[in-house]
């Protein structure tokens, strides 16, 4: 079984401010991808990050960065420069092998909320 | 285009109707997910399709039957459903089972009254 924790239940942090958002995870399988995903109020699960078990360099994506430590199994998101825009809620997630020997749906973590201030 | 569209955004249904619910994508991705997602809890998978057939089924109650009738296409079929069913339904699509990035459409609001 895998399992996402987040905890982090809120944020508030200053517009322009570097923020980081915890994740630590657990999972049996060898091979696995952890992803970051924003929801804003709206509802719509936004693609951020994507880091797989075996890369040996941490994931960027513009202003997102992912600060991957497999011994400790643990995958922060960085967010850079942080904008008001950004306010919204931050899921950790991870797939892995699963049992049948193709990926199975993705685990979600608990999520935090972020909130950038002017 | 990494579009996964939804339809409707939102719907309201009485424990007595049936309504679907509709996911496409033209990515030509072959996998095909739903979650479920309470408010304030994170999304919880319900069904996966692979190639157009059912792949895993979260042991989710049979007031929801899913359908994938083509690869670009997912529909949620509902029934019979309760109070407690009201939540945001999330449709998700991947390139197969084996790659992992899954893109997400907008959801679909649902109140059961």
């Known amino acids: 079984a895998q399992k996402i924790t987040q905890t982090q239940p809120g944020m508030f942090v200053q517009e322009k401010e570097a923020v980081t958002l915890d994740c630590t995870y657990d999972t049996s399988d060898q091979s696995y991808g952890l992803f970051w995903y924003k929801q804003p109020s709206s509802g719509e699960m936004i693609f951020l990050i994507y880091?797989?078990?075996?890369?040996?360099q941490n994931a960027t994506e513009g202003r997102y960065s992912l600060n991957f430590q497999k011994a400790r199994k643990s995958a922060n998101l960085v967010i850079s420069a942080s904008q008001l825009g950004d306010s919204a809620m931050y899921f950790c997630a991870m797939r892995g092998g699963g049992s049948g020997g193709g990926a199975d749906g993705l685990t979600f973590g608990k999520g935090t909320h972020l909130i950038i201030q002017p | 285009d990494t579009e996964v569209t939804q339809t409707p955004k939102h719907l309201v249904m009485g424990m007595t109707n049936k309504k679907s619910l509709k996911c496409e994508q033209h990515?030509?991705?072959?996998?095909m997910y739903w979650y479920k997602q309470k408010a304030k809890k994170p999304p919880e998978l319900m069904f996966v399709?692979?190639?157009?057939?059912?792949?895993i089924n979260e042991s989710v109650p049979s007031r929801f039957s899913p359908e994938c009738p083509n690869s670009s296409l997912l529909n949620l079929h509902l029934h019979a459903l309760q109070p407690e069913d009201s939540a945001l339904y999330l449709c998700?699509?991947?390139?197969?089972?084996?790659?992992?990035?899954?893109?997400f459409g907008p959801g679909t609001r649902l109140t059961v009254t």
């Open positions: 399709y692979s190639y157009e057939k059912l792949s």
């Open positions: 880091q797989g078990s075996y890369d040996e």
């Open positions: 998700a699509s991947s390139q197969d089972l084996a790659t992992y990035e899954q893109y």
């Open positions: 990515m030509g991705h072959r996998a």
